[in-house]
């Protein structure tokens, strides 16, 4: 679907180096608005680094960033957030002695007028009816989360980009730390805003039934370049597995008599 | 570990014990526990003493209180990042003799000396804020430094002598002067400060950058801003507290504070619930913190105790508080994890 959709966001030629490792050589991307595109790749392949690029988090040495057509200099996370771009990074980006609704409106919290004062009230209730609509289900919100689960927190901070009117949605791994059922919320809460088509999402998925059920279109990175760029409808389990498998026995060819 | 062994408390207990649940209560809601503390010092002394909740008494206690408390609230902004400001005790000399400058030799009225000098402080902790942000450099180190930076320059300011304050006006009067007005203004900054920690957006990224700095910074929030903008906080409130005890005992003497007021105000910081971990803090803790050591002081005082047992006693305060802050956090860990 989606084919002839234009490209809300793109990335053309990112080089990143972090000292004397090359973490990204040469990656282009682009994604069409209203897609879902799986992004798959070994550990340590770039997948985080780039989401960081695109999220403004990590400045690139070299390359550029387009947002609807229109070349962008990210400057900061928040600079990303003005543009509607939202993260769900790898770590979650919880603060353990905040409560479940501080966390979910970290960074965009509720304010009165004209005392610009917390409005802990409507803050709570919009996290108890997001949290509600995903059908996750958390003890108490005025908890802090660190005594929540693992699978809790990742839904949380899932549910914090997805209600935040974002227009590009990027997701590492949300599905890490959880269990089948909560994994399957997540799952259904991507195929819902995938069907409604406002908004366009990048997935980091290591499960590849995930990326058939939810994606589109898959690209592989490797190397630090995106070297598989495929819609789902054209590919299957089997290739992405041998495109995977095939890296490493090259890797031990090479890799023989240096290491 | 998820397959750590249960040991044999938990086994016999299932769960944690009742002193457990107890002390994370308390320490859940430290100002609480502090609070009993202070109210108990009290009913002692008073017991003991009949002169203790006498006027003249209470006066002193309250001019006490003021000065360190407020150096306390600025420090607690700065702790609740896990950093720390060494250098408070001389922006509490410097402001007072930045105003004199201001005052006596470029003839500025006073309320723009007033403001002058705090802007001057809060200069220093910026300069305190950008050492650490943008050099690296640890903030007790940075403000070491500073510490005797500042420490130095006060006493060339005024050439080695204290000065007197300005004569006796409405202004003096409300910023020291008049026996209540430490007291009173420490009590406002109290109630602004509390409410801009725990009420506003800025509180909220105050303890996000203090209790995951690299999360708070993927949430976008501003997190080299905060962590300037709170040590300039730290560093003004320290120059006023200075500036209302130059005011109150008319002197302005360049070796007012030092050490001896970081290291109190540190103190009641961390015993009201600010254990410089990072993420966690309170002002209504730090408040009582101060009250608490005030009312030991005072009280030992009026005992004639000296001073080395309050140094005993506030030594043994710290050392508590903080084993069973690590205690209770270990405590939390385990708990989540199994």
Known sequence: ?259 | MATRAPTRDEAETQGPGLFARVAETLLRRQEISIFVVAVALVIYFQASNPAFLQQGNLRGLAQSIAATAIVAAGLVMVMILGEIDLSVGQAFAFAPIAMYIAYEQFFLVLPLAVVLGLLLTAVVGFVNGVLRVYFGVPSFVATLGMYFLLGGVNVILVAGFPKTTPEESAITRALGEYPYAGILWCVAVFIIMHVLLNYTRWGIYTFATGGNFIGAKEAGIKVDRVRIVNFMICSTLAGFAGILEAMRIESIDPLAGGAGVMFLAISAAVIGGTPLAGGVGTMIGAFIGTLVLSVLRNGFTLQGIGAFTFNVILGIAILIVMVLNIYVGRMRTARRIS
């Open chain 1, 1 to 259: 679907m989606n084919d002839g959709a234009p490209d809300v966001l793109r990335a053309e030629n990112i080089v990143k180096r972090f000292g004397p490792n090359v973490a990204l050589s040469d990656v282009s991307l682009h994604l069409r608005r209203g897609e879902v595109l799986g992004l798959i790749g070994d550990n340590g392949a770039g997948k985080s680094t780039l989401i960081k690029i695109i999220t403004g988090f990590h400045k690139p040495d070299a390359g550029r960033i387009f947002i609807e057509d229109e070349e962008i200099e990210l400057k900061s996370v928040s600079h990303a957030q003005s543009l509607g771009i939202q993260t769900v990074f790898q770590d979650l980006a919880l603060v353990n002695d905040l409560s479940v609704y501080h966390n979910m409106f970290l960074n965009s919290e509720i304010t009165r007028r004209p005392l610009p004062l917390l409005n802990n009230r409507a803050m709570k209730e919009k996290t108890r009816r997001y949290l509600d609509e995903i059908g996750v289900n958390i003890p108490s919100i005025d908890t802090t989360v660190a005594m929540l689960s693992g699978g809790q927190r990742q839904a949380i901070a899932v549910a914090r980009s997805v209600y935040s009117n974002a227009k590009i949605l990027l997701l590492d791994e949300p599905l890490a730390a959880m269990g089948a059922k909560e994994g399957a919320m997540i799952l259904d809460l991507i195929q819902r805003l995938r069907d409604e088509g406002e908004v366009s999402i990048i997935l980091i998925v290591h499960n590849y039934a995930h990326v058939f059920e939810v994606c589109d279109r898959v690209n592989v990175l490797q190397h630090g370049s995106i070297s598989y760029d495929r819609p789902t409808s054209e590919t299957s389990v089997e290739e992405l597995t041998e495109l995977m498998v095939s890296e490493y026995r090259r890797a031990r060819e090479t890799g023989n008599g240096r290491a």
